[in-house]
């Protein structure tokens, strides 16, 4: 009897196993089974992604981003539309340094083009940027060699730093937008024309600074501003008028500019700045308004074809080597609000022979006129007090000075290397006992 129903207990055990052993048995092959179909599903998704589209994207509130291109082809289209949404972005260093690329079409649809997008595209031929683009990021198109005609469209109202510097077969760029980037177009060699429209305010810092083959550029009516370094090395633009809206030209911009002849500053601006027009090395004559009240260190410097200057009246300040190594200009005359006339702001003048330096001037600085080669006569007027180290340091023909009793202290070697010099100062006077002190010929003139 008992083992009767150990029997059946064990028959029964024996039953549940097999049951979970089939149970096992199926559930791994409905595991199989759909893991079977995910790999077809997503082989299936691959294929209409990455095969029909060489990119992947991103497709989110009704709108695709294209974020990374895996393909090697060297023309591509960029569809309107993937998976019946529009086409709108292409993220950040999506083309970058993808050198194969020849020819790429971008959808109407577009609106933004990410920063470095195309950057280092070296072989790409190309680009036409479609109507609806409103933003163009830093780099864009950095480097994109072969490319030499850009157009930029109306709608665009961002554009990132260097968007397409460095791309140097660019030839022509026509720009639309009322805004352009920082270096925008920085050391673009071969750009030769650039046409603007009216309604651009801001010329901004680098725009078009390295662009040696420029020759000429219509600056529109509306300029209120030219940033710094702005044209910087533009060394052959010849043809430029500034209009008369510009009121601020900023450091640098027109520095190496060494084809510009002439140039006339409209009234309006009261600054001329730093390096402004510095190594402009065919620059002739130069038209100064009087508006500017200020002319900053090497605003001028190296600029050695100038033989015709006019400081206005109402200037007040001018910086250290303002007009250093100017060596054709041949006179000058320093406007009576102006208190100190700088170090070396005329150093290296070797053709200046007409200095007139107005009452009103306080302090005549280190270095001022060095090496003045031509100049014969210098009359200081009854305002200066005091003279400072080389101030005319080796001019070499400068044979006459007069000294008034107003200055009161003059370094000793404030006529280094002026062997011809004698002095004409006053009896009694500081300027006399300077002369006896330092061995320099004197005349007592008449006061």
């Not at 790999?39 to 209409?48: G, H, K, N, Q, R």
């Not at 083309?95 to 194969?100: A, I, R, T, V």
Request: with cysteine; net charge negative.
């Amino acid at each position: 009897m008992e083992d009767n129903k150990n029997s059946d207990i064990r028959k029964a055990v024996n039953k549940t196993d097999s049951a979970k052993k089939n149970d096992y048995r199926r559930t791994i092959t409905v595991v199989i089974v759909l893991f079977a179909i995910g790999l077809v599903i997503a082989f299936s998704i691959f294929m209409i992604m990455f095969v029909k589209y060489p990119y992947i994207y991103n497709a989110e509130y009704g709108r695709v981003t294209i974020i990374r291109y895996i393909g090697k082809e060297e023309e591509i289209i960029i569809p309107e539309y993937i998976r019946n949404m529009p086409v709108t972005s292409i993220r950040r260093e999506v083309f970058f340094n993808h050198e194969e690329l020849v020819s790429v079409t971008l959808p109407s649809t577009l609106q933004g083009i990410g920063d470095h997008a195309f950057d280092g595209c070296t072989g790409l031929l190309s680009i036409d940027i479609p109507d609806n683009v409103g933003g163009i990021g830093e780099y864009a198109f950095k480097g994109c060699d072969q490319i030499k005609h850009i157009l930029i469209p109306e709608n665009i109202t961002s554009m990132g730093e260097y968007v397409f510097s460095e791309c140097q077969l660019l030839e022509t760029v026509e720009i639309l937008s009322t805004y352009i980037s920082r270096g925008a177009f920085y050391s673009c060699n071969n750009l030769k024309q650039v046409i603007l429209i009216e309604g651009i305010s801001n010329l901004s810092i680098e725009a078009f600074s390295n662009c040696y083959a420029l020759e000429e550029i219509n600056i529109p009516s509306g300029v209120t501003v030219i940033g710094p370094l702005c044209f910087n090395n533009c060394s052959n633009l010849k043809n430029l008028i500034i209009p008369d809206s510009v009121k601020e030209i900023y450091d640098s911009a027109f520095n190496g500019c060494k084809a510009l002849t002439n140039i006339l500053i409209p009234e309006g601006v009261a600054y001329i700045r730093p390096k402004t027009f510095a190594d402009c090395t065919s620059l002739k004559s130069i038209s100064i308004p009087s508006s500017v009240i200020r002319i900053e260190e090497n605003a001028f410097y190296n600029c050695s074809s100038l033989d015709q200057v006019t400081l206005p009246d109402n200037l007040e300040f001018f910086g250290s080597q303002s007009f250093g190594n100017c060596i054709d200009l041949k006179n000058i005359v320093i406007p009576s609000q102006v208190k100190l006339i700088p170090m070396k702001g005329f150093i290296g003048c070797i053709y200046l022979t007409d200095l007139t330096i107005s009452y009103g001037v306080e302090i005549i600085a280190n270095h001022s006129f060095e090496g003045c080669l031509s100049l014969e006569r210098v009359d200081l007027p009854d305002s200066v007090t005091i003279i400072r180290d080389h101030s005319f340091f080796n001019c070499i023909n400068l044979a006459y000075i007069s000294i008034p009793r107003s200055v009161q202290e003059i370094s000793d070697d404030v006529f280094e290397g002026c062997d011809n010099l004698t002095i004409y100062c006053g009896k009694g006077s500081y300027a006399e006992q300077y002369a006896i002190d330092n061995g320099i010929p004197y005349r007592i003139s008449t006061e």
